[in-house]
C-alpha cells in the first residue's frame, strides 16, 4: 500500500501529465520553437547527456553551497532578532527593504563587483535570495516561544543558552524546516539568474543561453525540466531532514 | 511559635512598566506558609495571582518587599522549586518519560541516570499513567499530559510545588479525577504546596488555607483556614461545612471585585 503511494501514485501522475503535453502539442500543431514537446526533448538529452551532467553539477553545487551559507547566516541573524527586541525592531526594516529589491537587478552589480569570480558570484547570489524567509521564521519561532516554556528551565536555574539548546532551538525547527523548503527553491532560482543574466558557461543556465543563441528550443525545454528535476531532488532532501530531525511535529 | 513558615511573603508590593503606564499589581502582600502546608491563593481575575508565583519561583523580584523560602532570601531561582501550569507545557520532541526526567538535566544530583529514570518511572506509575512512558506527549489526553507535567514539577524532590492554575483548563471530572491524585502524592511525596486558582471548590478540596487577594492592587483580603487535614474525598465538598466555606469565600471574593461592600455579612445563598 505504502509503495502504492509513494511511488505508483506520482509516477503515474508524470506519465499521465507526460501524455497530456505531448497530444496538447500534436492537436494544437504547435511548431518546437512555440512549444517543445517530449518527444522532440528526450533527444535533446541524449544528444547533450554529457553536458547536462556537467552543467547540471555544477548548477547543484552551487545552489547548495548558497543554501548551506543561508542556513548559517538566516539561522544566525535569526537567532539574534528573536532574542533581542531591539535587533528586530533595527533590523527588520532593512531586511524587508532588502529583500524588496529584485535579485535580477543585483546580477549585474555582484558580476562587476566580483568580476570573474564566477562560482563566488553564483553562490553569493543563491545565499542572498535565499536567507531572508529562515531568518525570519527563527526569528518568529524564537520570538513567539511561550513563557512557559522558558519558565519550566528558567526556574531551576536554566541558563540562557541551556534553555536555547533544550527547548527554543528544537522547538523552531518546524518553522525552520517549513522556510528550508521555500529557501531551496528560491536558491535554485538565485543560481540560475546569475548563469542565465550573466552567462560565464557554466551551469544549466548557461547551457539554456546557448540553446537560446543557437535556436535550439528543444535544448531549452529539456533544460527547464532538467531544473525542475533538481528541484524536486533538492526538495526531498530537505523533506528527508526534517523527518529524521523534526519528524515529531509531522502528523500523519 | 516554632519555626519560621516555609514560605514567607513579606510585605511585598510590585509595579510592572506597561505601554499604557505603570501598573500596580501587589501591594504590601503577606503571605506565609508552614512546611508541609498547601495554600490555596484565589482572587479576582488579573490581581497579580501569577506574578506571586513568578516572586516565590525566584523569576522576578520585587520592587519592595521580600520574598523567604527556607529561611532564604530568594533572589534568583532555586532548584528546590518545582513548578507546573495550567499549559502541561510538553515538550513534543520527548517522550513522556524523557520530559518527566527534563529538571534532572538542570538541578545538579548525586544520582545516577539509572536511578534517576527510576524515579521518574515511580512518579509516573504514583500518578496512573504506567505504561505511557514511552508515548509521545500527543498521544495523551490534556489530563493525562497534566499528571505528567506534575511528575515533571516534582521528580528532583523540591521541597515547594507552585501550580499555576494546572487544572483550570479540564473538563469536571478530569479535573477533580486530578484533585485526588494531588491527595495521593502529596502523601508519598511530601511538599510545602502553593495552589493559584480560580475554583473555590478546588481550593477547598486541596488546600489547608486559602487567601482570598484584593482587586489590584493586591493584597492578602481574607485568610480561611480549612479545618479538614490530610486526604479527603469528593464527598466532603457536599457537606454543611465545605458549604459555609464555599459561601463565606465567594462573598470574599465579591468584595474584591468591588461587587459587595467591605465588611458586610457573608449572607448563604
Given at each position: 500500500?505504502?509503495?502504492?503511494?509513494?511511488?505508483?501514485?506520482?509516477?503515474?501522475?508524470?506519465?499521465?501529465?507526460?501524455?497530456?503535453?505531448?497530444?496538447?502539442?500534436?492537436?494544437?500543431?504547435?511548431?518546437?520553437y512555440?512549444?517543445?514537446?517530449?518527444?522532440?526533448?528526450?533527444?535533446?538529452?541524449?544528444?547533450?547527456?554529457?553536458?547536462?551532467?556537467?552543467?547540471?553539477?555544477?548548477?547543484?553545487?552551487?545552489?547548495?553551497?548558497?543554501?548551506?551559507l543561508?542556513?548559517?547566516?538566516?539561522?544566525?541573524?535569526?537567532?539574534v532578532?528573536?532574542?533581542?527586541?531591539?535587533?528586530?525592531?533595527?533590523?527588520?526594516?532593512?531586511?524587508v527593504?532588502?529583500?524588496?529589491?529584485?535579485?535580477?537587478?543585483?546580477?549585474?552589480?555582484?558580476?562587476?563587483?566580483?568580476?570573474?569570480?564566477?562560482?563566488f558570484?553564483?553562490?553569493?547570489?543563491?545565499?542572498?535570495?535565499?536567507?531572508?524567509?529562515?531568518?525570519?521564521?527563527?526569528?518568529?519561532?524564537?520570538?513567539?516561544?511561550?513563557?512557559?516554556?522558558?519558565?519550566?528551565?528558567?526556574?531551576?536555574?536554566?541558563?540562557?543558552?541551556?534553555?536555547?539548546?533544550?527547548?527554543?532551538?528544537?522547538?523552531?525547527?518546524p518553522?525552520?524546516?517549513?522556510?528550508?523548503?521555500?529557501?531551496?527553491?528560491?536558491?535554485?532560482?538565485?543560481?540560475?539568474?546569475?548563469?542565465?543574466?550573466?552567462?560565464?558557461?557554466?551551469?544549466?543556465?548557461?547551457?539554456?543561453?546557448?540553446?537560446?543563441?543557437?535556436?535550439?528550443?528543444?535544448?531549452?525545454?529539456?533544460?527547464l525540466?532538467?531544473?525542475a528535476?533538481?528541484?524536486?531532488?533538492?526538495?526531498?532532501?530537505?523533506?528527508?531532514?526534517?523527518?529524521?530531525?523534526?519528524?515529531?511535529?509531522?502528523?500523519? | 511559635?516554632?519555626?519560621?513558615?516555609?514560605?514567607?511573603?513579606?510585605?511585598?508590593?510590585?509595579?510592572?512598566?506597561?505601554?499604557?503606564?505603570?501598573?500596580?499589581?501587589?501591594?504590601?502582600?503577606?503571605?506565609?506558609?508552614?512546611?508541609?502546608?498547601?495554600?490555596?491563593v484565589?482572587?479576582?481575575?488579573?490581581?497579580?495571582?501569577?506574578?506571586?508565583?513568578?516572586?516565590?519561583?525566584?523569576?522576578?523580584?520585587?520592587?519592595?518587599?521580600?520574598?523567604?523560602?527556607?529561611?532564604?532570601?530568594?533572589?534568583?531561582?532555586?532548584?528546590?522549586?518545582?513548578?507546573a501550569?495550567?499549559?502541561?507545557?510538553?515538550?513534543?520532541?520527548?517522550?513522556?518519560l524523557?520530559?518527566?526526567?527534563?529538571?534532572?538535566?538542570?538541578?545538579?544530583?548525586?544520582?545516577?541516570?539509572?536511578?534517576?529514570?527510576?524515579?521518574?518511572?515511580?512518579?509516573?506509575?504514583?500518578?496512573?499513567?504506567?505504561?505511557?512512558?514511552?508515548?509521545?506527549?500527543?498521544?495523551?489526553?490534556?489530563?493525562?499530559?497534566?499528571?505528567a507535567?506534575?511528575?515533571?514539577?516534582?521528580?528532583?524532590?523540591?521541597?515547594?510545588?507552585?501550580l499555576d492554575?494546572?487544572?483550570?483548563?479540564?473538563?469536571?471530572?478530569?479535573?477533580?479525577?486530578?484533585?485526588?491524585?494531588?491527595?495521593?502524592?502529596?502523601e508519598?511525596?511530601?511538599?510545602?504546596?502553593?495552589?493559584?486558582?480560580?475554583?473555590?471548590?478546588?481550593?477547598?478540596?486541596?488546600?489547608?488555607?486559602?487567601?482570598?487577594?484584593?482587586?489590584?492592587?493586591?493584597?492578602?483580603?481574607?485568610?480561611?483556614?480549612?479545618?479538614?487535614?490530610?486526604?479527603?474525598?469528593?464527598?466532603?465538598?457536599?457537606?454543611?461545612?465545605?458549604?459555609?466555606?464555599?459561601?463565606?469565600?465567594?462573598?470574599?471574593?465579591?468584595?474584591?471585585?468591588?461587587?459587595?461592600?467591605?465588611?458586610?455579612?457573608?449572607?448563604?445563598?
Amino acid at each position: 500500500m505504502n509503495l502504492v503511494h509513494k511511488v505508483v501514485v506520482p509516477a503515474a501522475a508524470l506519465l499521465l501529465f507526460l501524455v497530456l503535453w505531448e497530444a496538447l502539442v500534436w492537436v494544437m500543431g504547435w511548431p518546437n520553437y512555440k512549444m517543445a514537446s517530449p518527444s522532440d526533448i528526450w533527444p535533446a538529452y541524449v544528444k547533450y547527456a554529457d553536458l547536462f551532467l556537467i552543467n547540471s553539477w555544477q548548477t547543484l553545487w552551487r545552489t547548495v553551497a548558497g543554501l548551506a551559507l543561508a542556513i548559517v547566516f538566516g539561522t544566525a541573524l535569526g537567532m539574534v532578532m528573536g532574542f533581542s527586541r531591539i535587533a528586530r525592531e533595527g533590523l527588520y526594516p532593512l531586511l524587508v527593504g532588502f529583500n524588496a529589491i529584485p535579485k535580477a537587478t543585483v546580477v549585474p552589480i555582484v558580476a562587476l563587483m566580483f568580476v570573474g569570480a564566477h562560482d563566488f558570484n553564483t553562490v553569493l547570489i543563491a545565499f542572498m535570495i535565499s536567507f531572508f524567509p529562515i531568518a525570519v521564521s527563527v526569528s518568529i519561532g524564537l520570538s513567539t516561544l511561550e513563557p512557559e516554556y522558558r519558565d519550566i528551565l528558567a526556574a531551576l536555574g536554566a541558563s540562557k543558552v541551556t534553555i536555547f539548546w533544550k527547548i527554543a532551538l528544537p522547538k523552531t525547527l518546524p518553522e525552520f524546516f517549513g522556510a528550508l523548503k521555500v529557501a531551496v527553491t528560491l536558491a535554485f532560482i538565485g543560481t540560475n539568474l546569475m548563469e542565465i543574466v550573466s552567462p560565464h558557461g557554466r551551469g544549466l543556465g548557461a547551457l539554456f543561453d546557448s540553446g537560446k543563441t543557437n535556436s535550439d528550443y528543444p535544448l531549452m525545454f529539456a533544460v527547464l525540466i532538467a531544473l525542475a528535476a533538481l528541484g524536486i531532488l533538492l526538495y526531498y532532501v530537505v523533506i528527508a531532514l526534517e523527518k529524521a530531525l523534526a519528524g515529531w511535529a509531522v502528523r500523519d | 511559635m516554632g519555626d519560621a513558615p516555609l514560605i514567607d511573603i513579606k510585605h511585598v508590593s510590585h509595579t510592572f512598566r506597561t505601554k499604557s503606564g505603570p501598573l500596580q499589581v501587589l501591594d504590601g502582600l503577606n503571605l506565609a506558609v508552614e512546611e508541609g502546608g498547601f495554600c490555596a491563593v484565589v482572587g479576582p481575575s488579573g490581581c497579580g495571582k501569577s506574578t506571586l508565583t513568578r516572586l516565590v519561583a525566584g523569576l522576578m523580584i520585587p520592587d519592595e518587599g521580600e520574598v523567604w523560602l527556607h529561611g532564604q532570601r530568594v533572589k534568583t531561582p532555586r532548584s528546590t522549586v518545582g513548578m507546573a501550569f495550567q499549559n502541561p507545557v510538553m515538550l513534543e520532541w520527548r517522550t513522556i518519560l524523557q520530559n518527566v526526567m527534563l529538571p534532572m538535566e538542570i538541578v545538579p544530583t548525586k544520582t545516577t541516570k539509572k536511578q534517576q529514570e527510576e524515579r521518574a518511572r515511580y512518579l509516573l506509575a504514583l500518578v496512573g499513567l504506567e505504561g505511557f512512558e514511552d508515548k509521545r506527549p500527543s498521544e495523551l489526553s490534556g489530563g493525562m499530559r497534566q499528571r505528567a507535567s506534575l511528575c515533571r514539577a516534582l521528580v528532583h524532590q523540591p521541597d515547594v510545588l507552585i501550580l499555576d492554575e494546572p487544572f483550570g483548563a479540564l473538563d469536571a471530572f478530569t479535573r477533580e479525577d486530578l484533585w485526588q491524585t494531588m491527595h495521593q502524592v502529596k502523601e508519598k511525596e511530601p511538599f510545602t504546596g502553593l495552589l493559584i486558582t480560580h475554583d473555590l471548590r478546588e481550593s477547598i478540596f486541596l488546600a489547608d488555607q486559602v487567601v482570598v487577594l484584593s482587586g489590584r492592587p493586591a493584597h492578602a483580603q481574607y485568610v480561611l483556614d480549612v479545618p479538614m487535614s490530610g486526604p479527603r474525598d469528593l464527598d466532603h465538598l457536599y457537606t454543611h461545612e465545605a458549604a459555609e466555606m464555599l459561601t463565606i469565600l465567594r462573598h470574599q471574593i465579591e468584595i474584591a471585585q468591588g461587587r459587595a461592600p467591605a465588611g458586610s455579612p457573608a449572607e448563604p445563598a
